[in-house]
């Protein structure tokens, strides 16, 4: 019986898992090469930590071609490695080197805030991209930052908004503001101190936007303003439309109330269809029959928003919303019929206090 043959294993690939290990160790053959002293990062110039950066680029791109000639699958490495190229020179170094360096130490080293902004993001996005931050972890940073009122103080307005959403939730404002109001809850700090708005969107078109209404405000006046807005910045969503430029204005400093906007939740086409049909028909939506006939025929058994959108449709229009004797109902047309048939019955029961907190 013939000997067995013994496969040699393919080599490694550099991959997520093990990047961050690959390139501590050619960092120390960097500082080899460049005989830069262990310290180096808290006083050199720009230029050293771009020749670092250099040779662990040059190391990293020769473990790629090696585990490309043993075709190994690379699309996670090589999407790993070009994110982390992309920071290039002092920040992937900056972001690589701060190892377990505590934000008092960057509040301490950093003499402004851009300074102290970039050497955070450069550690969270490095990280990020080696996988070795979490959503706990993020969140644990921010908290931090939170508790720190140096730092906190940095958070406050339209910059401190957009560079959470850029380092925090890329680019997604919505995201960022739930995120530092929950971490404010949690510490017991006011959010609305930082001076927030929600708004809709990423920050690209944040900023594309406030670009825009910097000189074009005034042609969004009233009705026919509100719908252009909405379809050209909102894909025609009206709601979404309300709460950008709402947002935008009171983040900017703009009178939004001054627009002579009325929410609407519902597209531009649905509103048009609406304005044609109560312009003839009105008048058949008096009293509790027509609103449950309107939330019916016109926001799919959702009473709340068929008062909006009724709401909405008359203010824009000029007709005599109060009139119609609506009172708004937070539920289902089906949620207030058998909400009526119960009380019909057992109203008595919920006589004061008790019977407010059991109802």
Not at 153 to 166: F, K, P, Q, R, S
Not at 251 to 263: C, E, I, P, S, V
Request: negative net charge; charged residues 20%; hydrophobic residues 35%.
């Amino acid at each position: 019986m013939g000997s067995q043959v013994t496969k040699t294993p393919p080599p490694t690939p550099i991959s997520i898992s093990n990047i961050s290990l690959r390139i501590k160790e050619y960092r120390e053959i960097a500082f080899e090469e460049l005989g830069a002293p262990r310290d180096f990062l808290k006083s050199t110039s720009p230029e050293i930590f771009t020749e670092v950066a250099a040779i662990i680029a040059r190391r990293i791109t020769s473990a790629i071609s090696e585990a490309h000639a043993a075709q190994l699958d690379l699309k996670e490495t090589k999407q790993a490695i070009a994110a982390v190229s992309q920071f290039g020179g002092d920040r992937l170094l900056n972001g690589l080197s701060l190892g377990n360096r505590t934000l008092d130490e960057l509040r301490l080293s950093a003499q402004d805030s851009t300074q102290w902004q970039e050497r955070i993001e450069g550690e969270l996005r490095t990280r990020l991209v080696l996988g070795e931050v979490s959503k706990e972890a993020l969140s644990t940073t921010l908290q931090q930052i939170v508790s720190c009122e140096e730092l906190r103080n940095l958070l406050i307005g339209t910059d401190g908004y957009t560079w959470v959403a850029d380092v925090f939730c890329q680019g997604r404002m919505t995201k960022a503001h739930i995120l530092m109001s929950a971490v404010c809850k949690l510490k017991g700090h006011d959010f609305t101190a930082l001076g927030w708005q929600a708004f809709p969107g990423t920050t690209e078109e944040f900023k594309t936007l406030v670009e825009h209404l910097e000189s074009n405000l005034t042609q969004y006046q009233g009705l026919a303003g509100y719908l252009k807005f909405s379809t050209e910045y909102a894909g025609n969503d009206m709601l979404n439309g309300y709460r950008r430029m709402s947002a935008v204005c009171q983040l900017k400093g703009h009178d939004f109330t001054a627009l002579g906007w009325q929410l609407f939740p519902g597209t531009t086409e649905k509103f048009d269809t609406l304005v044609e049909h109560l312009e003839r028909n009105l008048t058949q939506y008096q009293g509790l029959a027509g609103y449950l006939k309107f939330s019916k025929e016109y926001a799919g058994n959702d009473m709340q928003s068929g008062f909006q959108r009724m709401s909405a449709v008359c203010k824009l229009k000029g007709h005599d919303f109060k009139a119609l004797g609506w009172q708004q109902f937070h539920g289902t047309t089906e949620k207030f019929d058998t909400l009526v048939e119960h009380l019909e019955r057992n109203l008595t029961q919920y006589q004061g206090l008790a019977g407010y907190l059991k109802f």
